[in-house]
């Protein structure tokens, strides 16, 4: 395996994209930390050991955790868990400033806020719990000290913390959320899609058949529906292989493209069978459009020894007044194609 794939291979597992993000907000959070309670801690005189814990909070937990994620078979498990840790230390430190009012209520904010962004309502309760329960373990051994002034060296040390971390994290959530949206749009896209001839299935024409009907009350016009078949289909099957069945689907497909506007639907309802949806169009010119289609065909042939030429069968509907529903419009569509069938099969039925 070559060192793309296995690269490849790394990010595909779970949580590896969550953790990298999660290293970059972590590295900056404790950043922007550190200098707030830094400076609480000084107005304290609490002693170096603690300033030296809060430096290896600052500036060494992030690549710890990770690479303690990273490296990790649940990286999503393992992340949860740092994050978990991360509003622990934050419970810690808020007691180590005897609760001083700025700084104290702007890391509590963001730490679960982070929780409630990465892991739900779940995270943020474990989140918030834990940093409750260090929290109080922690102040109740100092003596529940209260520093409630806040000096403007503490306020101007926290600003950034409330800017900078805010701004990052408002264009992570949007980045999150665009991706989101460009997934979701293919997702849709291919639940309305036929996969293999990339033009609209059933449920998609069904949802435009409706809507035209629904704007015909309001804006009448004529529109018309081309219900096609393709004649004696079974034999490409039976005679060359579903392979072959397949690339005259395809072909077919394209000529559909070609031969209708923009603003028509070609469609396949499933096996050989398609449908075009033609808004504001007159039932003489849906038969200029099935005369364009038909010819467009007629010289499709395929094998060499046993030929099959391919002819089709289409009927067309023009939309009634009295038609309520996308599944009355597509049965009188296939009624004409059935009539066209009837009268021999490779001819327009329109009515």
């Known amino acids: 395996m070559s060192g793309s794939d296995n690269i490849n291979k790394k990010e595909r597992i779970p949580g590896r994209r969550f953790v990298r993000r999660m290293y970059l907000m972590r590295i900056l959070g404790t950043l922007l930390c550190f200098f707030p309670i830094l400076s609480v801690l000084l107005e304290l005189h609490r002693p170096m050991w603690l300033l030296m814990l809060l430096a290896v909070n600052a500036f060494i937990w992030p690549t710890l955790a990770f690479l303690r994620a990273r490296h990790s078979p649940v990286p999503l498990h393992i992340e949860h868990q740092n994050l978990v840790f991360d509003a622990a230390v934050g419970g810690f430190w808020i007691a180590l400033m005897a609760c001083s009012p700025l700084p104290s209520v702007v890391i509590a904010t963001i730490l679960l806020s982070d929780r409630l962004s990465a892991g739900g309502i779940k995270l943020l309760r474990t989140g918030?719990?834990?940093?409750?329960?260090?929290?109080?373990?922690?102040?109740?051994?100092?003596?529940?000290?209260?520093?409630?002034?806040?000096?403007?060296?503490?306020?101007?040390?926290?600003?950034?913390?409330?800017?900078?971390?805010?701004?990052?994290?408002?264009a992570l959530t949007n980045g999150i959320a665009s991706q989101l949206r460009v997934k979701s749009r293919k997702l849709e896209r291919i639940a309305m899609m036929d996969p293999l001839l990339d033009i609209a299935n059933r449920r998609l024409l069904e949802q435009r058949v409706q809507l035209e009907l629904t704007q015909l009350h309001t804006?009448?016009?004529?529109?018309?529906?081309?219900?096609?078949?393709?004649?004696?289909?079974?034999?490409?099957?039976?005679?060359?292989?579903?392979?072959?069945?397949?690339?005259?689907?395809?072909?077919?497909?394209?000529?559909?493209?070609?031969?209708?506007?923009?603003?028509?639907?070609?469609?396949r309802m499933g096996g050989d069978e398609f449908v075009i949806l033609l808004p504001d169009t007159p039932p003489e010119e849906a038969k200029n459009v099935a005369q364009r289609i038909m010819q467009a065909t007629a010289g499709m042939e395929l094998g060499q020894e046993q030929v099959f030429r391919c002819t089709l069968s289409i009927g067309i509907a023009s939309?009634?007044?009295?038609?309520?529903?996308?599944?009355?419009?597509?049965?009188?569509?296939?009624?004409?194609?059935?009539?066209?069938?009837?009268l021999g099969k490779n001819q327009i039925y329109a009515h």
Do not use: C
């Not at 939309?319 to 009837?342: F, H, I, Q, T, V």
């Open 128 to 170: 918030a719990l834990t940093m409750a329960l260090v929290f109080l373990l922690s102040w109740l051994a100092l003596g529940l000290p209260v520093s409630p002034e806040v000096t403007q060296r503490t306020m101007y040390a926290t600003l950034p913390l409330i800017a900078v971390y805010m701004l990052a994290l408002s």
């Open 219 to 267: 804006q009448p016009r004529q529109s018309s529906l081309m219900y096609i078949d393709i004649d004696n289909f079974k034999e490409v099957n039976d005679k060359f292989g579903h392979k072959a069945g397949d690339a005259l689907l395809v072909d077919i497909s394209r000529i559909l493209h070609v031969a209708t506007r923009n603003t028509d639907t070609p469609a």
């Open 319 to 342: 939309a009634l007044p009295e038609m309520g529903s996308a599944a009355a419009w597509l049965k009188s569509a296939d009624d004409a194609l059935y009539k066209a069938k009837r």
